[in-house]
Nanobody, 115 residues
Framework: QVQLVESGGGLVQPGGSLRISCVAS????????MYWYRQAPGKERELVAS????????YYADSVKGRFTISRDNAKNMAYLQMNSLKPEDTAVYYC????????WGQGTQVTVSS
């Protein structure tokens, strides 16, 4: 079965950096785009970044453009989100998603940006 497991979240000061990871299993990873979403308290879940199977097509939300970098390692079935110049408004639970017939989500990893 499809499984996605995020890791790497934590507490970081404003201006700091963090890299979160998503390990995938149960499907042919290099066939599918990968997505990173986030959900802040009281807000709807929003798409942050996505990457096509080859890595050629990449999308970033305007709010993270120039600060976040999505990447993937198809040999390791891993997706990553490098987050730089973090702001308090980046505080959220971050989820990875794969669309393998249906939407599959990880359990999420908490990122808190605070001094």
């Amino acid at each position: 079965q499809v499984q996605l497991v995020e890791s790497g979240g934590g507490l970081v000061q404003p201006g700091g950096s963090l890299r979160i990871s998503c390990v995938a299993s149960g499907f042919t990873f290099n066939y599918y785009s990968m997505y990173w979403y986030r959900q802040a308290p009281g807000k709807e879940r929003e798409l942050v970044a996505s990457m096509s199977p080859s890595g050629y097509n990449i999308y970033y939300a305007d709010s993270v453009k120039g600060r976040f970098t999505i990447s993937r390692d198809n040999a390791k079935n891993m997706a990553y989100l490098q987050m730089n110049s973090l702001k308090p408004e980046d505080t959220a639970v971050y989820y990875c998603k794969a669309e393998v017939g249906a939407d599959y989500w990880g359990q999420g990893t908490q990122v808190t940006v605070s001094s």
